[in-house]
């Protein structure tokens, strides 16, 4: 038996399984999204998707199969490499829904912020793991904590100047829970985290938009009862919600012609990505989003159980890292269509379509898997010598 067929017999089934089950869930839940959009090329999205999700196999089995201390050399080029293409997109990029988030290749769009925070997770891996080897003065937590802070917030900010809020926003949870696994004192990140907070109102009065400070109030507005324009600014939000509601236990059912989608007050580019949930909860109500949800809760404890057994603390931080960045966006997404987070562009993963992503979402999880497989030392696994003593007579 060969190596390489080892370590394929040797990969977590039950993780895989998983995902293929989510992923299959997210290409019936695009497809009844948009099945009904005939004079459109929103119709075959869907079909799109499923090209996407065999791409990002392809890097999720190559990433499984390679030992992640290998990748690890990789990462500070393709971090460098696709935050030059996040900064290229930022002034020079086409302005989509408000944003300059995409790069135009003409055959296909490219989000390079999904492909920075995937280096990103690599190259803090890398660096809370390894960088007190290099020199003593890396031994102190505070200079391992303001390079980590530097690896993050230079993405975070040229994201966050492309308006794509919730690209930015999700280095934040991802960065804490580094951190937090990287050895790093917790009254460091009480500090950090009472920093942020005091700076809270400067960076809504200063830093966003105006038109997502509107999502903030109206959200906020709406939660306390009052009176907001339908047809506006609340109109997103709202029609979600209808949605949500309307669709009761057991759903309105599929191609049911009478469901909100299906009249199209939910708008049809963000059915099928950002406002994927409002769809799939319509259809088949809560017994169906709760299954969606548990899939989400069985993935990420899966996860979690791989960082236990990790061999090294790098192979923790990465799989803590691919946590923290899914919960993000499961939290974010399902979150905003449910009013209790402010509405912004961010994808369900695995489910909502979307190729950049998907693919990014599938590597990460073969990294995961890569941890899972390489979790015995080679060296460790080594029989040892044993001492002989000869006894004379």
């Known amino acids: 038996m060969t190596p390489l067929f080892r370590k394929f017999l040797g990969l977590n089934w039950l993780l895989f399984a998983n995902i293929i089950a989510l992923a299959i869930f997210g290409i019936f839940a695009i497809y009844s999204a948009c099945w009904m959009r005939e004079q459109s090329d929103l119709a075959t999205k869907w079909r799109e998707q499923v090209y ?33 293409l996040v900064a290229y997109t930022t002034f020079f990029g086409p302005v989509i829904n408000e944003t300059r988030a995409w790069l135009d290749l003409g055959f296909i769009r490219l989000q390079p912020s999904q492909l920075a925070i995937a280096g990103g997770i690599i190259v803090l891996a890398l660096t809370l793991s390894t960088m007190h080897r290099l020199h003593p003065i890396f031994r102190n937590p505070f200079v391992r904590l303001v390079v980590s802070g530097l690896i993050t917030a230079v993405p975070f900010l040229f994201v966050l100047k492309q308006g794509d809020f919730g ?61 907001v324009n ?73 996860c979690l159980y791989v960082a236990f057994y990790s061999r090294d603390l790098m192979g923790r931080l990465l799989v803590v890292g691919v946590v923290a960045l899914l919960f993000a966006h499961i939290y974010q997404n399902v979150g905003m269509n ?25 590597f990460l999880l073969g990294l995961v898997q890569s941890v899972w497989v390489h979790r015995i030392d080679p060296e460790a696994a080594k029989p040892k010598p044993q001492l002989r003593i000869e006894h004379l007579d």
Not at 218 to 227: A, F, R, S, W
Request: hydrophobic share 55%; proline share 5%.
């Open 52 to 84: 996407w999700m065999l791409l990002g196999l392809v890097f999720f089995f190559a990433a499984s199969l390679v030992d992640y201390r290998w990748i690890r050399y990789l990462g500070i080029p393709f971090y460098l490499g696709a935050l030059g």
């Open 167 to 227: 690209s930015a926003i999700v280095w934040v949870p991802v960065f804490g829970a580094m951190v937090l696994i990287g050895n790093i004192p917790i009254r460091y990140l009480v500090v950090i985290v009472l920093t942020v907070t005091m700076f809270l109102p400067f960076a809504y009065f200063f830093g966003l938009k105006d038109y997502q400070k509107k999502r903030i109030t109206t959200q906020i507005e709406m939660l306390q009862g009052k009176k």
């Open 230 to 302: 339908i047809l506006a600014e609340a109109y997103s939000a709202y029609n979600n919600l209808l949605a949500i509601g309307s669709g009761g236990w057991g759903g309105k059912g599929f191609k049911n012609p009478e469901t909100v989608n299906h009249k199209g007050f939910i708008s049809p580019d963000t059915a099928i990505n950002d406002f994927i949930f409002p769809v799939l909860a319509e259809i088949w109500g809560f017994r169906g989003s709760l299954l969606m949800l548990g899939g989400f809760l069985l993935l990420l404890m899966q």
């Open 338 to 362: 449910l009013l209790i987070m402010p509405i912004t562009g961010i994808p369900l993963p695995l489910i909502s379509y979307g190729g950049t992503f998907s693919v990014v979402i599938l």
